[in-house]
């Protein structure tokens, strides 16, 4: 072996080496809290419990307390048939109701050409209507500009 060689050698070990170092030190990227905002009566205890749904499973919730929640319905066109008692926004879309964190993380990642998505009424068992081991069967909708409907998931 050469000198030169030798000395290309010792240079790419210590190239390397000192990558692999300085990787090892780096820290692990969490994922970032996918900020939502969440409109509720100040006097709803099941939307406290689906925020807390949605923070255990990596979302930032900021939660605004409204009075007329009609209101907030109509300005983000929620369609009267798929209303429940909070309504969220997130990069875009609506969140209607006790809407599992999993289904909300699908949308954003699909980003279909949807208003929002919504689980009708307050289902047992749903994210924030907990009662035990009680559940009703119910399905996740996506509605578009048109007031149009499709299932999106059944759970």
């Not at 929002?116 to 996740?140: H, K, L, T």
């Amino acid at each position: 072996m050469t000198r030169r060689t030798w000395m290309r050698a010792v240079g790419a070990a210590v190239l390397v080496g000192g990558l692999l170092g300085t990787i090892a030190w780096l820290p692990m990227q969490q994922a970032r809290p996918i900020p939502i905002t969440m409109y509720k009566s100040p006097t709803c205890g099941c939307c406290g419990a689906w925020g807390d749904h949605m923070k255990a499973n990596g979302f930032a919730v900021t939660v605004k307390d409204e009075e007329n929640m009609s209101a907030i319905k109509t300005d983000v066109g929620v369609p009267g048939r798929l209303q429940s008692c909070h309504t969220a926004v997130v990069e875009g879309y609506v969140v209607e109701g006790h809407v599992p964190a999993d289904l909300v993380k699908k949308l954003l990642a699909e980003k279909p050409r949807v208003v929002g998505i919504a689980v009708p009424g307050m289902p047992v068992g749903s994210p924030g209507m907990e009662q035990g081991n009680a559940r009703q069967p119910y399905d996740v909708v996506t509605w578009d500009a048109q007031g149009r409907t499709t299932v999106y998931a059944k759970r």
